[in-house]
C-alpha cells in the first residue's frame, strides 16, 4: 500500500494529528552562531537560519521531532520551510539546498520508521516547501504594477530542487503549506508534476493555504473557496489551512473548505493571536478546546499546530480528539466549478 493510501485508510478510523512549529522551538534552546555556522565555512551569519540545523544541531531537529512523536503526531513535517535557494541565499547557502533537505528528510524519516517499528501505527513524513520570499501575482515596487522578482519557470526550478531533495530523504508526500499567493502554489504543483516524470511514479501533494485576512482570503485574493478550485487539479492528499490567524478566527472558513473539498482536511492553526511583543499566549487546553469543536463536527480529518504551537498543545490536542468521529470526505456532484479571486460554480 502506498503512502497516499495508507494515510487515508488510517484517516477512515479517527482523526490524525501532525506536529506542531519548529521555529518558536528553536528558539527556545537559546541557540548560538557557532551552534548555526558549525563548520560550513559560510561567508555570512547564520544565526536564525532554521533549516540549516539539520546539517550543524541534526540532534536539535531529532529532539524536536522526537517530541512531537511522543506527544501523538502521526503525521510529522520536515524542518525545511525555508530550504530552497531563494531563501538560502540570505546566508550565502543557496549551494547547501540539497544536502540540507535529504539531511532533514532523513531526520524526519528515521524518527517515524523507529515510531511505527514500537507500535505498529504508520507514522508518516511530510517535506515543508514553503512560499519564499517572493510573490508571482504582485509587484513588489507600486510604481510599477508588472514588475516581478522572479518568474514562473524560475520558481518551478526552485521548488523541483528541495522537492527532488526530501523525496530523497525519505519523504511520504510534499507539503506545499503557507500559501499566501496561488500561483507561487500552481509552481510548487508544477515542480511535482516535473519530479513524478523522472521519477515515474506520483509524489503525492498536502497544499494548505494561509489567510492574510479575517475575509477569508489570501495575500493573492483568493477566498478559501476559490482557492480550492484553482488547485483542485493536483489531486492533494490534503488540503487545509495554516498559520494566519488562532483556531477561533479560522473556524467560518475551515467550515467552507470541510463542505467542499473532496480530500483529506489537514488545518493547524497559530497557537491564538500574538501578543504586543509577538509572542504566542494561548495555552494548550485552549487550542485542544477549539478545534476538538471542528473535530465534534465532523469538519477535520488531521489536526496540527502552526506559529506559538509546541509538544504540549499536540498532546493536548491528541487527547482532546481521541474519540472524535474523523470527517467523511464529501463527494460533490459533477460540475464546472472555476476560480477567479472567487469561486464560479456553473448553473
Not at 84 to 101: H, K, M, P, T, W
Not at 213 to 232: I, K, M, P, Q
Not at 242 to 261: M, T
Not at 303 to 310: H, K, Y
Request: charged fraction near 20%; glycine fraction near 8%.
Amino acid at each position: 500500500m502506498n503512502a497516499r493510501a495508507q494515510l487515508q485508510a488510517a484517516a477512515a478510523s479517527r482523526v490524525l494529528i501532525f506536529d506542531g512549529a519548529f521555529g518558536t522551538q528553536i528558539q527556545n534552546r537559546k541557540l548560538s552562531e557557532a551552534d548555526y555556522a558549525g563548520d560550513l565555512g559560510l561567508s555570512a551569519d547564520q544565526k536564525g537560519n532554521n533549516d540549516i540545523l539539520a546539517l550543524t544541531r541534526p540532534d536539535v531537529i531529532a529532539d524536536i521531532t522526537r517530541a512531537y512523536l511522543d506527544a501523538g503526531s502521526d503525521v510529522v513535517s520536515t524542518n525545511t520551510f525555508s530550504a530552497n535557494r531563494i531563501s538560502q541565499a540570505d546566508y550565502a547557502a543557496e549551494g547547501l539546498v540539497r544536502e540540507i533537505n535529504v539531511a532533514s528528510g532523513q531526520i524526519a524519516r528515521e524518527l517515524a520508521d523507529e515510531y511505527a517499528a514500537k507500535d505498529g501505527r504508520p507514522r508518516f513524513v511530510a517535506g515543508a516547501i514553503g512560499p519564499t520570499n517572493k510573490t508571482l501575482s504582485l509587484s513588489p515596487d507600486v510604481e510599477d504594477p508588472g514588475f516581478r522578482e522572479i518568474d514562473f519557470d524560475e520558481l518551478v526550478a526552485v521548488y523541483k530542487e528541495q522537492a527532488e531533495a526530501l523525496i530523497e530523504g525519505g519523504c511520504d508526500f510534499i507539503l506545499i503549506e503557507t500559501v499566501f499567493d496561488t500561483l507561487n502554489a500552481k509552481a510548487g504543483i508544477m515542480a511535482v508534476k516535473h519530479l513524478e516524470r523522472d521519477l515515474g511514479r506520483e509524489v503525492p501533494v498536502m497544499i494548505s493555504m494561509t489567510l492574510t485576512d479575517l475575509s477569508g482570503r489570501n495575500l493573492s485574493g483568493h477566498t478559501v473557496e476559490a482557492f480550492w478550485y484553482a488547485v483542485r487539479h493536483a489531486n492533494p492528499v490534503t488540503i487545509g489551512l495554516n498559520c494566519s490567524f488562532g483556531a477561533d478566527q479560522l473556524r467560518p472558513h475551515v467550515k467552507v473548505l470541510s463542505q467542499i473539498a473532496d480530500t483529506l482536511l489537514m488545518i493547524y492553526p497559530n497557537a491564538g493571536l500574538p501578543n504586543e511583543l509577538g509572542e504566542y499566549d494561548e495555552m494548550p487546553e485552549t487550542t485542544a478546546g477549539l478545534v476538538k469543536d471542528w473535530a465534534d463536527h465532523g469538519q477535520v480529518n488531521i489536526l496540527g499546530g502552526c506559529c506559538g504551537s509546541s509538544p504540549a498543545h499536540i498532546a493536548a490536542i491528541a487527547r482532546a480528539v481521541a474519540n472524535s468521529e474523523p470527517r467523511t470526505v464529501p463527494s460533490p456532484a459533477p460540475q464546472m466549478r472555476l476560480a477567479g479571486l472567487e469561486a464560479f460554480i456553473a448553473a
